[in-house]
């Protein structure tokens, strides 16, 4: 899609068009020199439509809210993206009021990075999935001009991302169950999502089917200790790697007593969203998931990896409901964690990139310069 019709398909265009946010570089004679030095930032809503209806522990939802994001520099086009699962607190008028608010303008450098993160949040706080649709654009950005994917420009080999997981939830209706869960066949790990009344029959019906290790996310539902560590010990017992998020994330001391007594790791989500969070989640938790819509991007991701692993704990990689734009961009970091949860692409029907790919399970970055997509269509 050219600038143009993405100005034309926003459903916010005539918001937008009120907007401090300059579209106007593209078309003016700055930009026959190629140097045009302004970041361009623009936007526009995008609902995700889910291929099946997403049960978690406390919501069942069929789509998804998400913002896409392009900033322009000198004729060069980043890609970013902003997803909202509802339990963030973020929505498609809050992240389009803080893209409005932004003035990238005042940036003639897109490598500046630490001075524009500062920038977004002293703009206001919290605004996570929108400060990373900005990071995940400049980055796609600065690895174009660069010519370079940003695995390579952090030093990483490809090589060593690893298998990700594949999710599935509870579906009441057992024909779609069954749906569910042969789809999970090409996958070498499988994340199953608990905390409802079904954990031991969805376990069980997948391994009527399948010995693929798996691993579960409780999303905050369990909320007896004991019970939880009994469900540690049952999982254990069944081929699972290890529980994110078992009890809710309040139940702080109780969950550091799981930890103590679980056969298995206990890793830490919606406990956890920034680098400011790790230090304390290391006191009750064996992991933490990072996820670019918590972390206001890559660039603070790396940074989370970076202490978690010096305060000696395994690092997982996930990511929302989101097209192959966030997806992607999450992959490149991949090779430096433990365990990725890297399908948010595959659970939608509406993509607009192409992207990572998963090849016999594994995580598989793209040659590309930047984050790693194409635009479809
Ligand atoms: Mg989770």
């Given at each position: 899609m050219n600038r143009r019709n993405f100005l034309k398909t926003s459903a916010l265009g005539l918001a937008f068009a009120?907007?401090?946010?300059?579209?106007?570089a593209a078309d003016s004679p700055t930009r026959s020199t190629g140097r045009s030095g302004r970041l361009n930032l623009s936007f526009e809503p995008y609902e995700l439509k889910l291929k099946h209806a997403f049960n978690l522990a406390r919501s069942q939802r069929t789509t998804t809210p998400d913002v896409q994001v392009q900033i322009e520099y000198d004729g060069v086009i980043g890609y970013g993206e902003a997803s909202m699962p509802p339990y963030l607190g973020e929505n498609v008028e809050s992240v389009c009021k803080f893209l409005n608010s932004?003035?990238?303008?005042?940036?003639?450098?897109?490598?500046?990075m630490e001075d524009i993160h500062d920038y977004l949040d002293n703009v206001a706080p919290n605004n996570r999935a929108a400060k990373a649709s900005v990071d995940i654009a400049l980055h796609d950005l600065t690895g174009k001009i660069m010519g370079q994917p940003w695995y390579k420009i952090w030093g990483?080999?490809?090589?060593?991302a690893p298998n990700t997981s594949y999710t599935i939830s509870y579906d009441s209706d057992p024909v779609e169950m069954q749906n569910k869960i042969d789809e999970c066949?090409?996958?070498k790990v499988i994340k199953i999502k608990m905390g409802l009344d079904h954990d031991k029959e969805i376990t069980e019906a997948f391994r009527a089917k399948f010995d693929t290790p798996i691993c579960v996310d409780a999303n905050q539902g369990w909320t007896d200790k004991e019970k939880a560590l009994d469900m540690c010990h049952w999982l254990a017992e069944r081929n699972c790697l290890f529980v994110e998020?078992?009890?809710?994330?309040?139940?702080f001391e109780e969950t550091a007593w799981l930890r103590e007594r679980s056969p298995l790791p206990i890793i830490a989500d919606e406990y956890l969203q920034r680098i400011t969070d790790v230090k304390r989640a290391s006191e009750a938790y064996d992991g933490i998931n990072i996820k670019l819509m918590k972390s206001t991007g890559l660039h603070e991701a790396y940074k989370m990896a970076t202490l978690a692993r010096a305060l000696g704990m395994k690092v997982m990689l996930g990511c929302m409901t989101e097209t192959s734009c966030a997806v992607t961009a999450a992959a490149q970091l991949?090779?430096?964690?433990?365990?990725?949860?890297?399908d948010g692409n595959l659970?939608?029907?509406?993509?607009?990139f192409d992207g990572i790919k998963i090849v016999d399970g594994k995580v598989t970055i793209p040659?590309?310069?930047?984050?790693g997509v194409e635009l479809l269509g």
């Open positions: 009120a907007a401090p946010i300059s579209l106007s932004l003035d990238l303008g005042q940036f003639a450098d897109p490598f500046r990483l080999d490809p090589a060593k066949a090409p996958f998020q078992p009890m809710p994330k309040e139940m991949s090779p430096l964690v433990d365990w990725a949860d890297l659970l939608i029907a509406n993509d607009r040659d590309r310069p930047g984050i």
